[in-house]
């Protein structure tokens, strides 16, 4: 069964922390993205990938950067947690050039920062 | 430009009840259209999609028709049942080779006994 793969569900992290979030994907794709969900906000597009080792800024890169080090991995780097990065945060995969096949989401990091 | 626009919640319905949740869109050219479904606590899983006009798109009871004359895609089910609780995202993919979707700000549906 394919899937995207995010290494927490749950994560509680003190203000000004360096915090890693993991995703993986086991389907080759080459599309990679992170958004941030909120109540009354919907999905926000952070940060997304065409390829490795290269990344473009969504609607709201502040406070956050990635990497892409290897195809199926994709990690958002929030440099100095604040308490306004509390969200819900997805990640997500696609496949370049078949539209039809949409996006594919791992299950989510729900992330407190106290 | 390309954008979704659906029907603001929340939406309450009792079992049985009939559902439908409003989309329209903007494109340019001819996208394919979505359906995503966020249970709680969950990420978001595909539930139907349609790739060209006057397709329909079906899972799990759900129907949506792609209506290019109306720009539309209406998520319809005849009888909604507890188990359908959660928030329904429409989107769109814009056919360029990057393949972006763009999501509707999502609808979430409580169903009561």
């Known amino acids: 069964d394919v899937k995207v793969t995010q290494s927490s569900r749950y994560l509680v992290k003190r203000t000004g922390e360096k915090v890693f979030l993991e995703c993986v994907q086991d389907?080759?794709?080459?599309?990679m993205f992170w958004y941030r969900q909120d109540p009354g906000l919907g999905l926000r597009l952070i940060y997304f990938?065409?390829?490795?080792?290269?990344?473009e800024k969504g609607d709201i890169p502040e406070g956050y950067s990635v990497s892409r080090e290897k195809k199926e991995r994709f990690s958002l780097i929030l440099e100095s947690a604040s308490t306004n990065q509390t969200s819900m945060y997805l990640c997500?995969?696609?496949?370049?050039?078949?539209?039809?096949?949409?996006?594919?989401f791992g299950s989510g990091t729900r992330l407190t920062v106290v | 430009g390309n954008s979704v626009t659906q029907m603001e919640g929340p939406v309450t319905l009792s079992e049985e009840a009939f559902l439908t949740i409003n989309c329209t869109y903007t494109?340019?050219?001819?996208?394919?259209l979505f359906w995503y479904v966020q249970y709680p606590g969950e990420g978001l899983q595909l539930l139907l999609k349609?790739?060209?006009?006057?397709d329909k798109g079906s899972n799990k009871g759900f129907e949506a028709t792609y209506r290019k004359e109306t720009t539309s895609f209406h998520l319809e089910k005849g009888s909604v049942q507890v188990s359908d609780s959660a928030v329904y995202f429409c989107?769109?993919?814009?056919?360029?080779?990057?393949?972006?979707?763009?999501f509707g700000t999502g609808t979430r549906l409580t169903v009561i006994p």
């Open positions: 997500a995969s696609s496949s370049q050039g078949k539209a039809n096949y949409g996006y594919t």
């Open positions: 349609a790739t060209k006009a006057d």
């Open positions: 989107a769109l993919s814009d056919q360029t080779g990057a393949n972006n979707l763009f």
């Open positions: 494109a340019t050219g001819y996208p394919s």
């Open positions: 990938s065409y390829d490795v080792k290269m990344k």
């Open positions: 389907m080759d794709h080459e599309n």
